[in-house]
């Protein structure tokens, strides 16, 4: 591998480990809020357990989290040099303001959080951490901002060989980033209730803490659900904005090489390792003109026909993404993501009505009666909503290629110029091995700190004849 192939491995394994916690976060933090203000308005104590005990696990997530986004930032300078210098002006308005504004509500009212308990009012202290969440949100947002000029640049002129903004409303409200920041966020759901889920099985499993985990795997088990929901709605959404500003990747996506009308969405396909030729497909009739332009006779154009269209657009060169790889995390992100909201929908559905089910299982002292299988498809709910959002981001960028931003800037020139292939590798191992400790050092300390479970319920405090004799003590 040259130079530039060890640069994209080292900013794709970067960039995909870094997103394992993101999405853990923001879902995490939107969860705990609404635990903790349960607990602030009923009272009710095994809330307020749920809270401290989900926002342990909120913690140390976060805390890898900014360990590994620091590399990222890092890395565009050092990996990328040509790159930067090129989008700078544009790239880093986003990313500044993300680190000044909604890394600082995080940080800061995620520290009141941490030290408040039992020190602020119950509603401030729940105020917290709705900022937290709100924060993540906001990070999500502006992050996204940045990655969408790169899908499709607006609000910007070409001076001096680079990129200059000259419209910093017109990124904020770029119609890539507003399909795509409810598809991301509605993801981040699942993935935050995902971790309840399988934590809550599998102690309830064990009998263990069932007045906590009842309510924490019905809250997290509708929340999936609804988010399932939302990310299905809003990559319809998205997928129709991509077919716009982006045919190829669509294209790629569907391994589609002739322009058809109406097109056939592929459920399953076989075919050559270059993506030309198809041995066996399962195929749904009109869904792909539907999905890409919202009627089921709509044209959809084949990866020909765009490759013709892009080169008397740009010029000589090869346009297509690696198609392969494109069609299957396509499908993987859908199909695992899918897969993820069966196991919530089947854990409320099961043996009738949820409602009864609940019942059920209160009246029967926990998991003792379900099903071992259903605790153990619930506990591998965990890394399913992981593993669609980086089949997603995947996808995404890598049905850009060769476009880092797509129609101005390969990613060949790029990459820094300075750096001997050498160097590259080096830091690739640093970096590679460097995760692999820190991904050691996550699971473990959530894995302790998960079975370990919330903290025990309050003893009531009753007064005793020597409490008040020491109380005395205090007294004027």
């Not at 104590?45 to 805390?63: E, T, V």
């Not at 069932?210 to 999936?224: G, I």
């Amino acid at each position: 591998m040259d130079q530039l192939d060890l640069a994209r491995w080292q900013f794709g394994i970067t960039t995909v480990y870094h997103y394992v916690f993101v999405p853990m976060s923001i879902g995490l933090s939107f969860l705990v809020a609404i635990l903790e203000t349960a607990y602030v308005r009923t009272g009710r104590d095994p809330y307020r357990r749920a809270a401290k005990f989900w926002g342990k696990l909120l913690l140390i997530n976060f805390a890898i989290g900014i360990a590994t986004g620091l590399v990222q930032e890092f890395q565009f300078g050092m990996a990328w040099s040509d790159y930067s210098r090129y989008v700078g002006d544009i790239f880093g308005a986003p990313l500044a303001i993300e680190a000044l504004l909604a890394f600082f509500l995080e940080s800061t009212f995620l520290g009141l959080w941490i030290f408040g308990w039992d020190k602020l009012p119950k509603w401030a202290h729940a105020a917290c951490m709705w900022v937290v969440s709100i924060g993540t949100m906001l990070s999500a947002y502006f992050i996204l901002a940045a990655n969408s000029w790169m899908q499709h640049p607006v609000g910007y002129r070409i001076d001096g060989g680079r990129a200059e903004l000259t419209d910093f409303g017109a990124v904020l409200t770029n119609s890539t980033l507003l399909s795509a920041f409810p598809h991301v966020l509605f993801a981040c759901f699942m993935t935050g209730s995902a971790l309840l889920i399988g934590v809550s099985a599998w102690h309830l499993a064990r009998g263990r803490h069932l007045d906590v985990m009842r309510p924490s795997l019905r809250l997290a088990s509708w929340v999936m659900l609804f988010a399932a929901v939302g990310v299905a709605i809003s990559g319809d959404m998205q997928a129709r904005i991509m077919t716009q500003q982006q045919p190829m990747k669509m294209a790629a996506a569907e391994a589609l090489y002739d322009t058809v009308a109406p097109a056939s969405f592929s459920v399953f396909t076989i075919g050559s390792l270059n993506g030309d030729d198809e041995i066996f497909s399962i195929r749904i009739p009109r869904v792909l003109s539907f999905l890409a332009t919202g009627t089921f006779d709509g044209e959809v154009e084949g990866i020909n026909d765009v490759q013709r269209a892009e080169q008397a657009r740009y010029g000589e060169g090869d346009y297509r993404p690696i198609v392969p790889v494109t069609y299957w995390t396509f499908r993987l992100m859908i199909g695992v993501g899918m897969a993820a909201a069966a196991v919530a929908a089947g854990l409320l559905a099961l043996s009738g009505a949820p409602g009864r089910w609940l019942g059920r299982l209160r009246r029967r002292g926990g998991g003792a009666t379900v099903p071992r299988w259903v605790w153990r498809a619930a506990v591998w709910v965990i890394p399913l909503p992981i593993l669609a959002n980086s089949f997603g981001w995947i996808f995404t960028e890598m049905g850009r290629q060769p476009w880092v931003v797509y129609g101005m800037l390969r990613t060949a020139d790029g990459v820094s110029p300075s750096m001997s292939t050498g160097t590259v590798a080096i830091s690739l191992t640093v970096f590679t091995l460097l995760y692999a400790v820190l991904f050691v050092v996550e699971t473990r300390l959530l894995l302790t700190y998960a079975k370990a479970g919330p903290e025990a319920p309050a003893a009531p405090v009753e007064e005793s004849e020597s409490d008040a004799e020491r109380q005395l003590a205090f007294a004027y």
